[in-house]
């Protein structure tokens, strides 16, 4: 059987999707994963093939579920913001959520759920305090649309932007712990980790963190 691991890979790196990558290599081999959101599977297809973990999905499209079933994952249809009090406490060892908490109804609530039924948390979004962001808004008077944010205002899903000292933020009021942080700038790579919580917040223009209780 041909080896999947560099095709799962190199898929991450031609979509420019280094944060799947990050979030790859925080998972420990052999652990059991859900993934939220977990679109066409790209996540779980890497974490299969380089983490040999044990991959499960939630997506909420039919499309998306049918995308991950035709590439032989295990996933369901479900709602993140509805479905996880269905989950038994301690199912996982990770839960995901990739480039996906700014489109939950309820992020917090989410994230409390998630921290419930796994070990750890890991979740990955775009900053909004990002300085472009910023500088598209106070100059130009007009919501972003960019690589990380592309959509326009009108159809965009996302209904809870949030800056990465937003969710720094959230987590302790949650009593959660930032067992690790990594932040991406423009071109995807990570910015120095003793940088200030303000520079992050600044340059950063996505950022991968991963949380335990």
Known sequence: MMDQRPNSVAQAK????????????????????????CGDGALLRLLADTRNVDARGLEISQRGVND???KGLSVIQGDADTDLADY??????????????????????????????????IVSFPNFGHWKVRLEIGVHG?????????????????IHFCTIRD???LVTEMDAKVERAIVLDRS??????????????????????????
């Open 68 to 70: 991950c079933v035709a």
């Open 14 to 37: 031609a979509a420019g999707r280094s944060d799947l990558l990050l979030v790859a290599d925080m998972v420990d081999h052999d652990s059991r994963v859900l993934d939220l959101g």
């Open 88 to 121: 038994p406490d301690d199912a996982f060892d990770y839960v995901i959520l990739s480039q996906t908490i700014q489109a939950t109804r309820h992020p917090r609530l989410v994230l409390e759920q998630m921290l419930r039924i796994g070990r750890r948390a």
């Open 142 to 158: 007009r919501m972003p649309v960019s690589g990380n944010l592309p959509f326009s205002w009108y159809e965009t899903p996302n």
């Open 188 to 213: 995807g790579t990570p910015m120095r980790t003793g940088a200030s919580s303000w520079m992050w917040n600044l340059l950063g223009e996505q950022a991968v963190i991963m949380l335990r209780r």
């Open 167 to 169: 969710f720094l933020t």
